[in-house]
T-cell receptor, first 113, second 116 residues
């Protein structure tokens, strides 16, 4: 289940189940979105991205869905594995070049073996 | 490709001293680099944007005289935390934007700064 901790919400899933991590982004002008995985003490690791002209994109075991109407992004992880345990952040970017990514609050995914 | 090397990975310093963190793009030219700070159990917060050869642009609330950013070449940006205090203890992460066929971002591995 999902719970909201002091700062990061936590999602706990059984190994082998599918995970869905949600993100609300802030700027309706953003046209590029990225999901990152961050393990403790490390920098963010790219998972998958999507541009605003798409509403779905699939990778290996991961799918990103974009709903621009409600400014919502989701990351689906199929057959979740213990190695998927980490903090996941969505990030958004504005359409003009060389602007920084703006990160969402993050969700901690905890996989129960 | 598009690898960013950040070091040191960890540093402990005494209050009042300065610490320099380096961020290097290894296989591409980074005209723009971004510096983020991350406190425990929180998200990455943008501190500043640095463009090669010009002054950095700082986010509101970030003291430019305390967090000195230098981007003197297309492959190196540095962040110097001056007169460090315990409240500056945090995880600092650099990022570079690149245009390698597809516009993208790559991140360093982060620096854990502890000020004692």
């Amino acid at each position: 289940g999902e719970s909201v901790g002091l700062h990061l919400p936590t999602l706990s899933v059984q190994e082998g189940d599918n995970s869905i991590i949600n993100c609300a982004y802030s700027n309706s002008a953003s046209d590029y979105f990225i999901w990152y995985k961050q393990e403790s003490g490390k920098g963010p690791q790219f998972i998958i991205d999507i541009r605003s002209n798409m509403d779905k994109r699939q990778g290996q075991r991961v799918t990103v869905l974009l709903n621009k109407t409600v400014k919502h992004l989701s990351l689906q992880i199929a057959a979740t594995q213990p190695g998927d345990s980490a903090v996941y952040f969505c990030a958004e970017n504005l359409p003009w070049g060389n602007t920084p990514l703006v990160f969402g609050k993050g969700t901690r995914l905890s996989v129960i073996a | 490709g598009a690898v960013v090397s950040q070091h040191p990975s960890r540093v402990i310093c005494k209050s009042g001293t300065s610490v320099k963190i380096e961020c290097r793009s290894l296989d591409f030219q980074a005209t723009t680099m971004f510096w983020y700070r991350q406190f425990p159990k929180q998200s990455l917060m943008l501190m500043a944007t640095s463009n090669e050869g010009s002054k950095a642009t700082y986010e509101q609330g970030v003291e430019k005289d305390k967090f000195l950013i230098n981007h003197a070449s297309l492959t190196l940006s540095t962040l110097t935390v001056t007169s460090a205090h315990p409240e500056d203890s945090s995880f600092y992460i650099c990022s570079a934007s690149w245009t390698g066929g597809n516009y993208g971002y790559t991140f360093g591995s982060g620096t854990r700064l502890t000020v004692v």
